[in-house]
């Protein structure tokens, strides 16, 4: 597997090139719900699990981390991440979902992440491929749920993206973040059947989000971009 590099000297130059981006191709980034992130709770590890509906998803995760002042790691398609190298320095590592063995050394890596610094925060999309929004069910891999079962503590988000055409030139990104609560006899399941959890409450995100947009409910919606 690949393991992350990260330089924060390039996580800054490359913050300045990807706002820049964001405001050419972006009408706005707008996110609902950003003080979980901001008031997170301290000495817990953040896991950060999102729908995964287009090539700029891991752009965005990027841009709403450092919003938040996150110190984050993201788990990348392993065919991807040799595509783009330099995102390690960014905190991305590989994973090969389709192989066990190669998947369990990216599991095991993540929880060294956590657990070597408990302020770090780590995305996932667990969907594992880009797939329409509003595709139903959501099928997630059991990578997220496995790390989430080892943690003795961490804290979990759901976090749903949208990409929309809305009278402008430009598309807006609306985000709709949510804090996840499995109880002790949740993390007693088996990993597939807390994915199935995980997965309802992400999809149930993604619906809220849809009707907050389609009836113009925007207000509780903080414009980072």
């Not at 996580?11 to 191709?25: G, P």
């Not at 008031?39 to 990027?62: C, M, Q, R, V």
């Not at 050394?105 to 060294?112: D, G, V, W």
């Amino acid at each position: 597997m690949l393991k992350a590099n990260k330089n924060r000297w390039f996580e800054k130059i490359y913050a300045v090139y990807n706002r820049n981006l964001f405001n050419r191709r972006f009408n706005s980034l707008q996110v609902s719900g950003l003080k979980f992130l901001k008031f997170k709770e301290e000495k817990t590890p953040l896991i950060i699990y999102a729908n995964h509906s287009s090539w700029w998803d891991g752009l965005t995760a990027f841009q709403i981390s450092r919003q938040a002042g996150l110190d984050s790691f993201i788990m990348m398609e392993e065919k991807q991440l040799k595509k783009l190298r330099l995102f390690r320095k960014l905190g991305a590592f590989s994973v090969v979902r389709e192989n066990n063995r190669e998947a369990l050394k990216s599991i095991n890596y993540a929880i060294q992440i956590l657990e070597q610094n408990p302020i770090r925060t780590l995305w996932i999309f667990p969907q594992g491929e880009i797939s329409p929004n509003d595709a139903r069910p959501l099928r997630f891999y059991n990578g997220l749920a496995r790390i989430i079962k080892r943690l003795e503590k961490c804290s979990v988000i759901s976090l749903a993206m949208r990409y929309e055409f809305l009278g402008e030139y430009k598309p807006d990104i609306f985000v709709k973040i949510e804090k996840v609560d499995l109880s002790a006899a949740d993390l007693k399941l088996k990993p597939q059947e807390i994915s199935d959890i995980l997965a309802v409450k992400l999809s149930d995100n993604l619906d809220e989000l849809k009707t907050e947009i389609v009836n113009v409910n925007c207000s509780n919606f903080e414009r980072i971009c």
